[in-house]
């Protein structure tokens, strides 16, 4: 994952402003610390720090057309870059970069190219002939982006908001599918899918259809000349993307780094997801990494994680704290890009309030939302998390196509039926039960959904609360309302992640770029309606959903037994 930062239209032209710019692109260097760019032309800057993922010798960014009257510095991955190429067969490349096809694209199609691309990806590209410039984000927000604007009339862009939050006036997350033309000087939507418009879909559900289309996901994404793994909790999704990784790694480019697959957990001692994690791991006879971490050194990350996720969001930095944690440790062996879980839960109705939805409307509905706000929570967990240690993350889930197959499928199918044997994400559960030829054990397959931050370690958010509460005072949370006034923060954790985001970034428009509004499990606000209880416990956590996670507190009481055995030890 690379880092980018684009200024146009500058007032000043001089070599400060330059160097001002290689400042503030060096503050994203953690996300591509293997080679730094930066080209300009009269008045407009397009700086790269690249992780080289793709062609690490020669594809250095920004990139450009034949004659270099077009340039293009990009984040992200293009997955279908060979058979666009082959649209171009008149065009030269000058690399071997999976990006360069978007300088090409944009010379053939001009700015309509957008929809073509399969990938995960933030760009700008500027037009020397005519001085104009595109950005566009990929059609989830994987790939993080942010809009800004000078006092000087510049429009900037960058990959985080701390490359251009001390220079714009105002600055916004920039939104996914959507692209920037300087000619009209305002976005417009390009990703036009089906569902977006959140009309019910009647597609029947067909297992080797919605099989097939994930296996497809996976395996575009293996597309890498450098070292790989996969993250690995052991839950359903996870052990999903494990599975099919391993099932298909010998007959893929990245079969060069071998052909066993390198899998990665962490959490406290005794938590579900090691133990979990350990048992796939075995059974798909993965080499497989396992992190430990104490809730003093998640307590002692959290301004770090914070500033790198440019968060505030409970949930957020929850999970984000054993993401970032282990992120280190992957790219300690010399990995540099993972494949993850992340989105499953959005597309299927995995979050254990999906139990509660009236019918199959609200429930596809609320699919539907949790998609579109997925890049403010766990796509901005996700490549954040492991950006800060030089490490891309890939997820599958969210891959274009899949989409498009899931949700047109009719949300009866998805709906949480007891009566009927069926649990949370029973559809993508049951396309993966093959007896022939098994992805994963019964109970695996068929394993209750954990989040992230639950399944490290229960105590960790008890830790979390814990910590909080020692650094906020009742007064403190009292006066909240007048001391934020714009999402402000309802219990005393939420507040001390607050207080380090605001000194990190002070301005409004920096705190405007975090979701607000009641949530309980994960919940949107308006699934908060589901259940009359739920408006007493808003609590982002699983557990919140109460009367659903039946193992929530054996596993607490459990894990808890373990941390006593081994301070013991």
């Known amino acids: ?69 077009v340039v293009v510095t990009v984040n992200g991955e293009i997955y279908n870059h060979k058979e666009l190429k082959e649209k171009l ?21 001009g700015e309509e190219f957008v929809d073509m691309l399969d990938g995960m990806f933030s760009f700008v590209l500027l037009d020397t002939r005519d001085n104009t410039f595109i950005a566009a984000r990929d059609c989830i ?60 879909p009647s597609t029947p559900y067909e297992p080797l259809v919605l099989r097939k289309a994930f296996e497809k996901a996976v395996t575009k994404r293996l597309m890498t000349d450098v070292p790989f793994g996969v993250l690995l909790s052991g839950g359903l999704d996870s052990s999903l993307v494990a599975s099919v990784a391993s099932r298909y790694l010998a007959d893929s480019a990245a079969a060069q780094w071998g052909t066993q697959l390198h899998t990665f957990c962490v959490g406290l001692m005794g938590s579900p997801d090691l133990r979990a994690a350990r048992e796939v791991a075995d059974y798909l006879g993965t080499r497989h990494h396992e992190f430990h971490f104490t809730v003093q050194e998640g307590i002692d990350a959290l301004e770090e994680v914070i500033y790198h996720t440019e968060t505030y969001d409970v949930t957020t930095i929850r999970a984000s704290t054993p993401m970032f944690l282990m992120s280190r440790k992957i790219k300690s062996l010399g ?36 998609i579109k706000a997925l890049h403010l929570y766990d796509c901005l967990r996700a490549n954040k998390s492991t950006s800060a240690w030089g490490v891309e993350a890939r997820v599958p889930f969210l891959d274009k196509e899949f989409i498009n197959v899931a949700m047109s499928i009719d949300p009866e199918w998805k709906m949480i039926r007891p009566d009927l044997g069926r649990i949370e994400k029973w559809i993508l559960r049951h396309a993966f039960d093959d007896e022939h030829a098994p992805y994963l054990p019964k109970h695996i397959l068929y394993r209750q959904k954990e989040q992230f931050s639950d399944g490290v370690g229960y105590s960790w958010i008890d830790g979390l609360k814990e910590h909080a509460n020692q650094q906020v005072t009742d007064a ?80 607490a009481k459990a894990a808890n037994e373990a941390s006593a055995v081994n301070s013991v030890e």
């Open 89 to 109: 067969k008149s065009h030269k490349f000058r690399t071997g970069s999976d990006c360069e096809v978007i300088a090409h694209l944009y010379e053939e199609y």
């Open 141 to 200: 927000g994987i790939t993080p982006l942010y809009i800004g604007w000078g006092l000087d009339g510049s429009t900037w862009f960058a990959s985080e908001m701390k490359a251009l939050s001390d220079d714009c006036e105002r600055f916004m997350s920039f939104l996914p599918g959507h692209i920037y033309s300087s000619k009209t000087g305002s976005l417009r939507r390009w990703y036009n899918p089906p569902w977006y418009a959140e009309t019910i």
């Open 335 to 370: 990995v540099k890009m993972v494949l993850s879980g992340e989105g499953s839960d959005e597309i299927f109705g995995g979050y254990l309030y999906f139990h509660k939805a009236p019918n199959k409307e609200e429930f596809h509905q609320e699919t539907c939302r949790k």
């Open 1 to 69: 994952m690379c880092g980018i930062l684009a200024v146009l239209g500058v007032a000043e032209n001089s070599q400060s402003k330059r160097s001002r710019i290689i400042e503030l692109s060096r503050r994203l260097r953690h996300r591509g610390p293997d080679w730094s760019g930066l080209h300009h032309h009269q008045n407009c800057y397009l700086a790269h720090q690249r992780l080289a993922i793709v062609d690490p010798a020669s594809g250095d960014q920004p990139l450009y057309n034949e004659d270099k009257t």
């Open 476 to 555: 403190m949370l009292a006066n909240a309302s007048f001391v934020y006034p714009e999402n402000t923060p309802t219990t005393k954790e939420g507040y001390y992640y607050r207080t380090i985001f605001e000194r990190f970034f002070p301005k409004n428009s920096a705190r405007s770029t975090v979701p607000g509004g009641p949530s309980v499990a994960c919940s949107t606000a308006k699934a908060v309606e589901w259940d009359a209880t739920w408006s007493k416990n808003l609590d982002p956590s699983g557990r919140a959903a109460l009367g659903v996670h039946l193992a929530a507190y054996d596993e």
